[in-house]
């Protein structure tokens, strides 16, 4: 057969084994775009050709078929080298799996045995070059975990004379350099393990400009202090566990959980979306009731997402939890051992990703914030996240936020009823209705108010004027976990100074939405750097924006609780001689007052008692 034509043709036989293969196909194999008159003709003499050659050394006659528009080639799954080595390679991984190491060594060199250079090494054309690419990668892949089961089973002296020579020729392959520095560190030669690592790196410079991914860096820092390492991952992940279980973590439904029903409705049905891992975003000031409707809607989903539901409060905004931390506990939850779980964040990650390959998972990651590197914990497969964060965390690749705002008057209501008592908060309506736009209709504080009430058997209207002329209102809706105060106190020391000043400043502006213009007067700053720091209170949920007449001229406003509180504290901190400086800041004309067509938002608030007073 040293024709390249036939050849051709046979190796197009065989890559298809046990499939019709169609004469065009063979016909492209062949001549690519440029086939003669007469090749559907040649290819059948191909075929005669290989079919006496396979005859004259034994094989059956039938071994090539004529079917309708093509050939096919008949085999077991013993007769061709391709197929012995898969299905050698899925016996080393079910013995890897079974924890019989020593075995499924022997399984992977037997697979690797059959390769014997490069394939179809004799024939060219883009046929061959795309197999030949593809089994070298195959190769490649298979050697790397065999090699991984050699370092596991403490073989690494013996394994430095395999890997040395592969390192030097792809210094490309970072798993291969890995395995060398292992190796080489295990073998006590710390310096040429710290030696390979900066090849390595040069390497990757010269020809990508890149530096060495995050895994291999940890590494490498790993082996300059000393510390141990880990078994490869690749080794782990390949292992089940019998204590492998369905995590089931949310946190139990909030029974008086009220309203957000539309809301609730696409966060769901974006959740349950096929395809790609989702994450959904919650975002809100602090209070507004994200957690409680993240895990009511995780509960409400737990029928689609059968492999488990898994929950993290990454305290984001007060005493952070490393991602490191968090997936050792996720890990913990599938039956992982704690000897089995490796010690870097990138091994970690990598684990928990091919775990949860297969998986449909549900995960709620509760209080993110910008800082938190949550790219970590992000799974694999079909699996979903809903996230919750005071701050935007847009900058997640495909995610989709919603704000999470006050609650509608009726829904409040509802919340306050819930509390206090429904024949209570019903027979004073007006009152209960006040107490929640005291409130800022935030559920939190709505549920502060309501525990209030409940340890008091006064009427709702003086519990309304005690709040109405309550200097430091969020103390008074502050009882318990249930503390407004320490919510927005942990939200605003992630601000800036100049973010801080600019957001004390513009609470004592005497006006529902303030424009741009008033904000640049109050914040000593130029316009530019003014938006920027607007853009960063709207970001944490510290100010609103609302368009007026004009889309391109936004007004900022306040929650009125988180107006309260900003004001008590510029009061104390800031001092009176601050509010008259705004005050002169934002003086109009005279001629501006009447007729001038000032919109009402800029005018005082009348009705703000914390207004008059501060105006007073």
């Known amino acids: 057969m040293g024709r390249?034509?036939?050849?051709?043709?046979?190796?197009?036989?065989?890559?298809?084994?046990?499939?019709?293969?169609?004469?065009n196909s063979l016909i492209d194999a062949v001549w690519r775009s440029a086939p003669p008159a007469t090749a559907d003709k040649q290819i059948q003499t191909c075929v005669w050709r290989?079919?006496?050659?396979?005859?004259?050394?034994?094989?059956?006659?039938?071994?090539?078929?004529?079917?309708?528009?093509?050939?096919?080639?008949?085999?077991?799954e013993e007769d061709l080298d391709a197929h012995a080595f898969e299905k050698a390679v899925r016996r080393a991984r079910e013995l890897t799996a079974a924890g019989d190491l020593e075995s499924a060594s022997a399984e992977y060199q037997r697979a690797l045995a059959f390769y014997r250079g490069q394939p179809l090494a004799?024939?060219?054309?883009?046929?061959?070059?795309?197999?030949?690419?593809?089994?070298?990668?195959?190769?490649?892949?298979?050697?790397?975990?065999?090699?991984?089961i050699g370092l596991t089973l403490g073989r690494h002296?013996?394994?430095?004379?395999?890997?040395?020579?592969?390192?030097?020729?792809?210094?490309?392959?970072?798993?291969?350099?890995?395995?060398?520095?292992?190796?080489?560190?295990?073998?006590?030669?710390?310096?040429?393990?710290?030696?390979?690592?900066?090849?390595?790196?040069?390497?990757?410079?010269?020809?990508l400009g890149l530096e060495?991914?995050?895994?291999?860096?940890?590494?490498?820092?790993?082996?300059?202090?000393?510390?141990?390492?880990?078994?490869?991952?690749?080794?782990?992940?390949?292992?089940?566990?019998?204590?492998?279980?369905?995590?089931?973590?949310?946190?139990?439904?909030?029974?008086?959980?009220?309203?957000?029903?539309?809301?609730?409705?696409?966060?769901?049905?974006?959740?349950?979306?096929?395809?790609?891992?989702?994450?959904v975003a919650l975002a809100g000031c602090g209070g507004a009731g994200k957690t409680a409707l993240a895990i009511h809607a995780g509960l409400a989903l737990q029928q689609h997402f059968p492999d488990g539901q898994l929950y993290a409060d990454l305290r984001g905004h007060t005493d952070p939890v490393h991602p490191q931390e968090v997936l050792n506990g996720f890990l913990h939850a599938f039956g992982v051992p704690e000897q089995r779980i490796p010690a870097g964040l990138a091994a970690?990650?990598?684990?928990?990703?091919?775990?949860?390959?297969?998986?449909?998972?549900?995960?709620?990651?509760?209080?993110?914030?910008?800082?938190?590197?949550?790219?970590?914990?992000?799974?694999?497969?079909?699996?979903?996240?809903?996230?919750?964060?005071?701050?935007?965390?847009?900058?997640?690749?495909?995610?989709?936020?919603y704000s999470v705002n006050g609650l509608p008057t009726d829904e409040a209501l509802n919340l306050l009823a819930s509390l206090a008592g429904v024949e209570r908060v019903f027979a004073e309506v007006d009152s209960a209705r006040r107490i929640v736009q005291l409130c800022g209709h935030l559920p939190l504080a709505i549920r502060?108010?309501?525990?209030?009430?409940?340890?008091?058997?006064?009427?709702?209207?003086?519990?309304?004027?005690?709040?109405?002329?309550?200097?430091?209102?969020?103390?008074?809706?502050?009882?318990?976990?249930?503390?407004?105060?320490?919510?927005?106190?942990?939200?605003?020391?992630?601000l800036s100074p100049l973010a801080y000043r600019l957001w004390l400043r513009l609470s004592m502006c005497d006006v529902d939405a303030v424009p741009e213009w008033?904000?640049?007067?109050?914040?000593?700053?130029?316009?530019?750097?003014?938006?920027?720091?607007?853009?960063?209170?709207?970001?944490?949920?510290?100010?609103?924006?609302?368009?007026?007449?004009?889309?391109?001229?936004?007004?900022?406003s306040f929650n009125p609780l988180v107006r309260d509180h900003a004001r008590q504290r510029a009061a104390t901190e800031l001092g009176a001689l601050a509010g008259q400086d705004v005050v002169d800041r934002n003086m109009l004309p005279p001629s501006g007052r009447e007729g001038s067509g000032v919109p009402d938002a800029f005018r005082p608030d009348e009705e703000c008692s914390v207004c008059s007073t501060q105006a007073a």
């Not at 390249?4 to 004469?23: D, F, G």
């Not at 008086?256 to 966060?267: A, E, K, M, V, W």
């Not at 503390?483 to 927005?488: I, K, N, Q, T, V």
């Open 212 to 279: 060495p991914s995050t895994g291999l860096q940890e590494l490498h820092q790993k082996i300059l202090a000393g510390e141990p390492i880990a078994p490869p991952p690749a080794v782990v992940a390949h292992q089940p566990w019998s204590g492998a279980q369905v995590p089931a973590q949310l946190p139990p439904r909030t029974k008086d959980f009220t309203g957000r029903r539309d809301l609730l409705q696409r966060i769901t049905s974006d959740l349950r979306a096929g395809g790609e891992p989702r994450v």
């Open 50 to 76: 290989l079919r006496n050659a396979f005859a004259a050394a034994g094989a059956p006659v039938d071994l090539i078929e004529t079917e309708q528009g093509g050939y096919r080639i008949r085999l077991d």
């Open 157 to 207: 002296a013996e394994l430095i004379s395999e890997l040395k020579p592969l390192v030097a020729e792809y210094p490309m392959r970072e798993r291969l350099c890995a395995q060398l520095m292992t190796a080489l560190y295990q073998s006590q030669r710390r310096a040429e393990a710290l030696a390979a690592y900066r090849n390595s790196r040069l390497a990757q410079i010269k020809n």
């Open 122 to 148: 004799d024939i060219s054309g883009p046929l061959t070059y795309a197999v030949a690419a593809h089994w070298e990668e195959r190769h490649f892949s298979v050697l790397e975990e065999w090699l991984d």
């Open 4 to 23: 390249n034509r036939q050849l051709t043709v046979l190796a197009a036989l065989l890559l298809n084994a046990n499939r019709v293969v169609p004469v």
């Open 518 to 556: 008033m904000a640049s007067a109050v914040s000593d700053r130029p316009g530019e750097d003014t938006q920027r720091l607007l853009d960063t209170l709207v970001n944490a949920h510290l100010l609103t924006v609302t368009q007026h007449r004009a889309p391109d001229s936004p007004l900022y």
């Open 448 to 494: 502060a108010a309501g525990a209030r009430l409940r340890a008091r058997p006064h009427s709702l209207r003086s519990f309304t004027d005690r709040l109405a002329t309550q200097g430091d209102r969020i103390a008074e809706l502050s009882i318990g976990s249930l503390d407004m105060g320490a919510r927005l106190d942990s939200t605003v020391k992630q």
């Open 348 to 401: 970690r990650a990598a684990l928990f990703r091919s775990i949860t390959a297969s998986k449909r998972l549900l995960i709620v990651l509760d209080d993110v914030a910008e800082s938190t590197r949550y790219e970590a914990l992000l799974p694999s497969g079909e699996s979903a996240v809903l996230c919750t964060g005071r701050a935007s965390l847009l900058k997640i690749p495909g995610l989709i936020e």
